[in-house]
């Protein structure tokens, strides 16, 4: 009974996380200055990558009143109202990317691990595409949002893009660069969206 319970236990863990070090901490693995023509935003703005997992792009550099701060990628409504597609939830987070960010500068200190747990989970139930909004947390220090969306081949996970208004095309704001990590991570999302699913109709069939 000992010896199958240790077998569920690391197989619950594997599928959480890639390691068990330093849960809860953000670092820069990699940094890096995106020119304005080849970013066409307008602007010049900063890539980074978090624990060799999570990278976000489009990051702009505010400075007012002598402050400069981070501006991470938001998605504009067509009403024109802007909603965050990232959220940093941890003063060490912060200082971290702002570091990294300002110096031009990786992390000194990069432990290669990363976990997540889905913070928000809410079903969209007009017609439409678009199935349910997410939020993924990892490390919980940083919250990204993610969506839920239906295709001929079933549902799928959808992260944060914006279309170029130039080349009609969409491009990348936050994409997880670890394989491995995004297969559990979509893994873990689609099945929340179909339990979320399965209770919604037999909710409708009891009526």
């Not at 504009?76 to 060490?92: C, F, I, M, N």
């Not at 971290?96 to 139930?125: D, L």
């Not at 490390?139 to 893009?161: C, F, H």
């Amino acid at each position: 009974m000992l010896k199958k319970f240790s077998v569920l236990l690391l197989a619950a863990m594997l599928f959480a996380r890639t390691n068990i070090f330093a849960a809860g901490e953000i670092f820069v693995t990699s940094v890096k200055q995106v020119p304005a023509a080849a970013d066409s935003s307008g602007q010049g703005t900063v890539s980074v990558v978090l624990n060799d997992c999570v990278e976000i792009r489009e990051i702009e550099v505010v400075k007012a009143e002598g402050v400069k701060s981070l501006k991470y990628p938001v998605y504009v409504s067509a009403r024109g109202k802007e909603y965050p597609q990232v959220e940093v939830l941890t003063k060490q987070a912060k200082d971290e990317i702002e570091k990294a960010v300002f110096s031009n500068k990786a992390s000194p200190t990069a432990p290669k691990t990363i976990t997540f747990k889905i913070s928000k989970f809410s079903i969209y139930n007009r017609p439409s595409s678009l199935k349910a909004f997410v939020s993924v947390d990892f490390n919980n220090s940083v919250r990204v949002e993610a969506k839920v969306m239906g295709g001929k081949r079933g549902p799928w996970v959808s992260w944060p893009s914006r279309k170029d208004e130039s080349t009609g095309k969409y491009k990348k704001q936050i994409l997880l660069v670890n394989k491995k990590v995004q297969t559990v991570v979509e893994k873990a999302i689609l099945a929340r969206y179909a339990k979320a699913s399965s209770e919604s109709s037999d909710a409708e069939s009891e009526e």
